[in-house]
Each structure stands twice: as C-alpha cells, then as structure tokens.
C-alpha cells in the first residue's frame, strides 16, 4: 500500500514510522522506491501524454524543455485545460513554494528551474510560498525564529535562479498572514475534518495548527483575483509530494468561484544513497547550493552508484546507470545535450568508462555551477525586497 498519508507524524522527513521498503510519499515524508505509475493510479493524477507534450511544444517554439522531454515531469491535473484556456485568451499564474527547514538542495531547484522556463515562455506570474509557519508547526523541536531564518535564506536561492521582480512575488507566511487569512477562512469553512484527515493522516496527538495548515498552503491558488480582480487558473509545478493539498483545494475552488487549480508534477531527484529522496534531513546525501567545493567533492566520492566491486569486472560487464545516483545528476539538470547523455550511457554500460570517471566530472559540473549560483545569491541580498509581495 502506498501511504499517502503520514501517519504517526512527529517530525518532516524524519518520520520512521513505515519498514524501509515501503513507498511513502506525502508532503513531509518521502521514502522506499517511488513507483510513479502507482502514484498517478492512487493519487488520481493524469500522465503527461505524448499528445499533450506535442500541444505544449506548439507554445515552446517546437522544442520541448529537457525536464519534459526526459519525462521528469511525468504528471498533471487540468494542464489540458488551462492550455485550453490560454489559448483562448485567458492566462494563468504559476504558484510554487519552499518550505524553510534549512538549506535549499539540488533536488528543490529542479521545480524550480522548470517553473522559470514556463515564466518566460509563458510570461506570467509567479506566486512563491515560504512556508515558515508550515515547518514550525509540523516538527515539535523547531523555532519559529529559525524557519523564518532559513526563508530569507531560501528566497536568495530563488532569485539566483534568474526570476525577475516584475513577475515574481514572494509570500512569507508567517509576515504576509494578513493577505492570505481571508481566503483561508473561506477554504478551511469548507474542508471536513474527516476529509482532511484521510487526506493527510492526521491523528488525534496532530497539534490543530498542522490540521488547518492546509488551508494556508491552498490559499496563494486564489490570491491572484484577489490583487487584480483577474480570476484566472493557478498551475503549479512541484514533484508530487505536494499532491495531498491540490486534492483537497481542488474539491472546494469551485464552490467558492474561483478556477480548480492546475498541476505539473515531478519526480524526485533521488539522494546521493541508495534510495528515496534528496533531502534536507540527510545532508551527507544531499548537495546544498551553499556547498563547498570540498564538501561536493567528499559527497559526491561517498555517492552509491551502479558500479560493480572491482574495476577489473566493471570494465568486462559494464556499470547499470539505471540505479546510479550520479547518472541521475546528468539526467536531471546536468547534460543538457542528450547526445552527450546517450554517450556517457553508452559508455557506463559497456565498461568504456568507470564510476571514478563519472564522479570526478559531475564534481567540476556541480561545482562550477555553485560557484556561478553563489555569486549571484550574494547579489540577490540587494534586490530581495523587490520580490517580496505587495499589497
Ligand atoms: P519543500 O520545501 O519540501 O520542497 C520545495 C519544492 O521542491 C520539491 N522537492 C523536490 N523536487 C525534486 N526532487 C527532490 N528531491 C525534491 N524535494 C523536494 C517539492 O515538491 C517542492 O515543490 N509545503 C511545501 C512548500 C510549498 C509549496 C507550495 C511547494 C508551499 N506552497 C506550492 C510547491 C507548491 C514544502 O515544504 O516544499
């Protein structure tokens, strides 16, 4: 069984609560080999068609981006329908977030750097969530002062990326709770207890903050009307974590005249081990944006690949990419030719190259793009305010 819901929840990401080979995916808790055909049969999402990705490209100068041609958004909601809409004259704003618990890794930037390709081809707006209430109510032993610590820092990683001011407004939940909370009330009035637990595993030691959190997360979907009187769909890129809180905003947007929420979903960039998630809560498999080179370096040398015992072998049978946490690295965001891709494929396969080979390349690739990354985050110390929402 899937569990959609985390259950016994104590702590984000932290959560041992399942055997470690069951699939797990909810908002706080990803774990165990994730079975996305499963989860677009359980969650009821639909897969990205072929159909449809030819419809997107029509509007991306007949080119797919790579994390769509790569299938590494897999999934939607609705992404028919707003493409319909649009093409009819009504636009969209695109809506993603962060939850502040620490520092931002690779895997958070893959949303994001997808949702910076729909800003520019798409030239909407961007609503960005930091959730700092969200990661204060859901761990017993976090500080408020801390989350909010940790949204400054995660909204510099978000305009390092290249969102420009005009479009792209930053909410920080726990500063900007004056703009949401009336749209939240009139979410909350709406979803049961009943539903709410069922969707997300609530039990009766769940502390009520977390119960009507969800409403919270919902209400950036509909903040749009509420700024310009537009009232146009909201469609979200994120991997399919977040899932649990579309479902239940999906079911009341209607009744309350705004348009259902849209959703592209991804997959997860797994971590350095042997399996799950990149996350936070496991910084020796995760590479963070702030990372030194020589923590890349020591990271990457420790990484699980799909190598075998001794050179002597891999070179006479060959490497399994499949499983290799750093082939996921190049397929993910780092070899955009997909010839290059194929031939480093290729080579791993046959034994042509071995895993040293592999990690002592994707170390410069990482490492040059921190250093480019770094240097632009200092840069968004400036400019940070130009992207917090206004009223
Ligand atoms: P958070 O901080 O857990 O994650 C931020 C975004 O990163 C995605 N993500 C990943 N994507 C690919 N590979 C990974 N290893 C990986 N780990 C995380 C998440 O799906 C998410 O898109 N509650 C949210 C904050 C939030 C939000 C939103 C997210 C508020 N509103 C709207 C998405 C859309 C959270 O804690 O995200």
Redesign the pocket.
């Known amino acids: 069984m899937i569990k959609t819901a985390a259950l016994d929840i104590n702590d984000d990401n932290t959560n041992n609560s399942s055997s470690s080979n069951e699939m797990v995916v909810t908002?706080w808790e990803v774990k165990g080999k994730v079975d996305y055909d499963r989860l677009i049969k359980e969650f009821g999402t639909q897969p990205l068609t072929s159909q449809l990705l030819k419809r997107i490209e029509t509007h991306t100068d007949n080119k797919l981006h790579l994390q769509l041609e790569r299938k590494i958004f897999f999934s939607h909601r609705d992404l028919d329908t707003t493409l319909e809409l649009y093409e009819k004259g009504t636009k969209f704003v695109l809506?993603?977030?962060?939850?502040?618990?620490g520092p931002v890794?690779i895997?958070?930037l893959?949303?994001w750097i997808f949702t910076l390709h729909l800003q520019q081809t798409f030239k909407t707006r961007l609503y960005f969530?930091i959730?700092d209430d969200?990661?204060y109510l859901v761990n017993d032993e976090r500080d408020l002062k801390e989350t909010t610590k940790w949204s400054y820092e995660n909204a510099l990683d978000l305009i390092a990326l290249g969102f420009k001011p005009e479009d792209t407004f930053i909410i920080y939940n726990t500063k900007d709770i004056d703009l949401l909370y009336d749209i939240t009330l009139e979410v909350a009035k709406r979803i049961t207890y009943s539903t709410a637990r069922s969707s997300f595993g609530f039990q009766d030691s769940t502390n009520i903050g977390w119960v009507y959190w969800a409403a919270i997360?919902a209400a950036?979907c509909f903040i749009h009307k509420k700024l310009t009187g537009e009232n146009v769909p909201a469609l979200?890129p994120?991997?399919i974590?977040?899932d649990p809180?579309w479902r239940v905003t999906r079911d009341v947007a209607q009744k309350l005249g705004y348009h259902k929420p849209a959703q592209i979903h991804?997959?997860?960039?797994?971590g350095l081990g042997t399996g799950g998630?990149?996350?936070a809560s496991m910084p020796e498999t995760s590479i963070f944006t702030t990372d030194q080179p020589n923590d890349v370096k020591k990271k990457i040398w420790g990484a699980y690949t799909g190598g075998k015992p001794t050179a002597a072998e891999q070179r006479k049978t060959g490497a399994n990419p499949q499983i290799c946490s750093i082939y996921q690295y190049y397929h993910y965001i780092f070899e955009e030719d997909p010839t290059k891709l194929k031939e480093r494929e290729h080579k791993c396969t046959t034994g042509e190259i071995l895993c040293g080979e592999c990690k002592k390349d994707i170390t410069e690739k990482l490492n040059k793009f921190l250093e480019a990354h770094q240097e632009r985050r200092e840069k968004a110390k400036n400019i940070i305010e130009q992207y917090h929402i206004k009223r």
């Open positions: 908002p809506y993603t977030g962060r939850g502040p618990s890794h895997g958070h893959v949303p969530q959730t969200e990661k997360q950036p979200i994120a991997a974590d977040q809180y991804c997959r997860f960039l797994p998630k990149m996350s």
